[in-house]
């Protein structure tokens, strides 16, 4: 059910265009500019004028006449040029807040055609730790995928595990060089592993030896040789159960573990296609297919290097196929950085050329970067890499002190008290990025991200257990919330906002941008809380108005923990505040 406001609004503007023989294309209202004068506006008037080369008051005026008739209606004016203001009847808001109430999806619908959609995000790297640049394609991916399924699309996440390139031919080969053997390499656990993908990672910048070693055990590998297999199996195990490690402090979640290797297969039928299509040719001994170049020259797509391995955009070929044959993919989704923006481009062209995936809409999301104060990517203060483990340790660390110490709230001992540190500290990690358009960078603030005030996760967090203590009280009280009146100005601006949620969702999904929701979520908690100092629930004498209030209270609640929810971050019962 979907029970924005507009809709109905929009049902009686195209019935009354179609009356007065309108173009019904501009029969639709808007959120009121002025919110002072009216509720909602309906601009229509002004382009039908245009059109018919009529004066737009005039036509606004045959609008309103009509419109006024309407029993939701409560005013009608014409405003400037022609613009129709709207506001509805108390009754009318007042009866979809206990519409919304009834419904457990509190009157958000779903999309009009389902379909199935594979959100590539994450894509960690075996024996690379996970740094802040694997942040926000976590984060953003998580909101996306629960945002897509709350809205009836039927969503398949895949990590993507970066598992079958270069580096996997370089750790092998730093082992065989160092051990003289690979029989030592099922003893590294992660730290090692990471170690040596260092050490190899230098070794190969300025030693070509070492690089043309590495590609051919690199080769050797995806050709399918039985020892570096079984090595190469281990450290993605471990990798694997690190990356896990860190994903779940994130609350971040994949349908699919796939890696590039899983593919390999795949790549040899990509490769044959693109022979029997004739648009691969040989280049240096490598196979590639050439691409428009358009106005910029764009490099080819590499199917098989010269020492016969494939490469990155075999594997992301490959997995296209392999989505959309057994996934029956109809939407594929990838969230990177910038710097892989060419990559896919090439990806996506290659995909069209070889037909791997007719009728199937390929996106890539392009985030900005986390920055540090100084505006460049967020480092160590050694100027190092951040990596994830840090900066998770880094925010709990600073909410901690937030916090009450262990037992000194009756209930709350090590484990409930950490519990909630992780709760917070990730609601500040996740909302701080979240509230920025994905396309923005941001800066990671360490000072304010945390603060229980402020556009903060935090903030809202906090705004939740405030209502949920509301109600728990109105409950020892026996209070019972009853059907909603609205009587102060401050009841009505919240069950406006209140009646918005719909749109926000259906906006935050169509534009996969979580920020909507961030900024809504953030605007509702401050228009409660202006509700809840003005307008007392508790101690009233009409108790009709207590039991409206309570319900208003409560459903705030509700939609604040969807939105949250659909961010990817939880709302405890109860928070916590040191005492100083
Ligand atoms: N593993 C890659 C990296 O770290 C990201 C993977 C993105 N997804 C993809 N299908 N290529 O850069």
């Not at 098989?304 to 594929?332: C, F, P």
């Amino acid at each position: 059910m979907n029970l924005l406001l507009e809709n109905k609004l929009n049902d009686s503007l195209n019935n009354i265009f179609e009356k007065l023989d309108l173009d019904t294309k501009f029969a639709v209202v808007k959120v009121s500019d002025r919110p002072d004068l009216s509720d909602f506006q309906c601009n229509g008037a002004l382009a039908l004028a245009k059109i018919a080369h009529k004066n737009p008051r005039e036509i606004a005026a045959l609008i309103a006449e009509e419109l006024a008739n309407d029993s939701a209606v409560d005013a009608v004016s014409i405003d400037g040029p022609g613009f129709i203001n709207i506001k509805l009847k108390d009754d009318f808001i007042a009866a979809t807040m206990d519409k919304m109430v009834a419904d457990k999806r509190l009157g958000c619908g779903v999309v009009t055609n389902p379909h199935r959609v594979v959100l590539d995000f994450g894509g960690p790297n075996v024996a690379k730790e996970m740094h802040v640049g694997h942040l926000r394609s976590g984060v953003i991916g998580e909101s996306i995928q629960r945002i897509e399924r709350f809205v009836g699309n039927i969503v398949t996440s895949d990590v993507h595990l970066g598992d079958w390139g270069t580096p996997m031919g370089m750790i092998l080969s730093e082992v065989i060089r160092t051990d003289g053997t690979l029989s030592r390499i099922f003893s590294y656990d992660i730290a090692e592993i990471t170690e040596i993908y260092k050490r190899a990672n230098i070794r190969c910048k300025d030693d070509d030896d070492a690089k043309e070693a590495a590609h051919k055990v690199t080769a050797a590998l995806q050709a399918g040789k039985k020892e570096y297999r079984a090595a190469w199996q281990h450290l993605r195990n471990e990798s694997i159960k690190a990356i896990k490690a860190n994903y779940k402090q994130l609350d971040v979640h994949f349908d699919l573990w796939w890696g590039e290797s899983d593919a390999h297969e795949t790549c040899g039928k990509i490769v044959e296609i693109a022979r029997k299509n004739g648009i691969s040719e040989k280049d240096n001994g490598a196979e590639i297919i050439r691409l428009e170049e358009g106005n910029k020259p764009k490099p080819p797509v590499i199917l098989v290097k010269s020492d016969g391995g494939y490469t990155y955009h075999t594997t992301d070929l490959a997995t296209i196929k392999m989505r959309v044959e057994q996934l029956k993919a109809q939407e594929i989704v990838y969230f990177t950085d910038s710097r892989q923006a060419l990559h896919f481009e090439q990806v996506f062209e290659g995909t069209e050329k070889l037909g791997i995936a007719p009728n199937v809409k390929l996106q890539h999301i392009v985030f900005g970067t986390v920055n540090g104060a100084d505006g460049k990517p967020f480092k160590t203060r050694d100027g190092g890499v951040m990596n994830l483990e840090t900066l998770i340790k880094m925010s709990k660390d600073k909410v901690r002190k937030s916090l009450p110490k262990a037992n000194e709230v009756e209930g709350y001992g090590e484990r409930e008290i950490e519990k909630l540190v992780s709760q917070i500290a990730v609601a500040a990690i996740k909302f701080q990025d979240l509230k920025n358009t994905i396309a923005s960078g941001y800066v990671f603030e360490l000072d304010d991200f945390a603060k229980f005030e402020g556009k903060t996760g935090p903030y809202i967090q906090y705004a939740v257990a405030r209502i949920n203590s509301v109600l728990r009280k109105a409950a020892n009280n026996t209070m019972q919330e009853g059907n909603v009146v609205l009587e102060a100005p401050e009841e009505r601006v919240l069950a406006l906002k209140l009646a918005q949620v719909h749109n926000v969702v259906m906006r935050a999904h169509s534009e996969k941008e979580p920020s909507i929701i961030a900024d809504y979520t953030y605007t509702l908690a401050q228009i409660f809380s202006t509700f809840y100092n003005a307008c007392p629930i508790m101690n009233v004498e009409n108790p009709k108005l207590s039991a409206s209030r309570l319900r208003l209270a409560k459903l705030t609640r509700d939609v604040l923990k969807l939105m949250l929810d659909l961010l990817g971050i939880e709302a405890p019962e109860i928070m916590l505040k040191a005492e100083n």
